[in-house]
Nanobody, 117 residues
Framework: VQLQASGGGSVQAGDSLRLSCAASRNIWNFYAVGWHRQVAGGRRELVAS???????RYKDSVKGRITISRSNARNTVDLQMNNLKPEDTAVYYCAAQSIATGEFSYWGQGTLVTVSS
């Protein structure tokens, strides 16, 4: 499985961005998908996830501003980010989580989001 993340960029605080994670094939029967982020020198943290059943979960600090969604037809998982804040600045990664093991087995390359105040 290959994952391709895209959509990062440099924006001002309050702006919106939409990140997209494209899978090389349909994996939704076996994997959940999570968007993670990592700041320079920091730990990677899970921002949002969507399960095989479509159940979504969010980090508390992004609730109400970020929405994760999945397109089965396009094999994509998107992250709509609104009202961005400088603290959202990070490299964002999408990853596929094996339903069998619970591990994030496949990772896309990161896409950088920079939010200026």
């Amino acid at each position: 499985v290959q994952l391709q993340a895209s959509g990062g960029g440099s924006v001002q605080a309050g702006d919106s961005l939409r990140l997209s994670c494209a899978a090389s094939r349909n994996i939704w029967n076996f994997y959940a998908v999570g968007w993670h982020r990592q700041v320079a020198g920091g730990r990677r943290e899970l921002v949002a996830s969507i399960s095989r059943a479509g159940i979504t979960r969010y980090k508390d600090s992004v609730k109400g501003r970020i929405t994760i969604s999945r397109s089965n037809a396009r094999n994509t998982v998107d992250l709509q980010m609104n009202n961005l804040k400088p603290e959202d600045t990070a490299v964002y990664y999408c990853a596929a989580q094996s339903i069998a093991t619970g591990e994030f087995s496949y990772w896309g390359q990161g896409t950088l989001v920079t939010v200026s105040s």
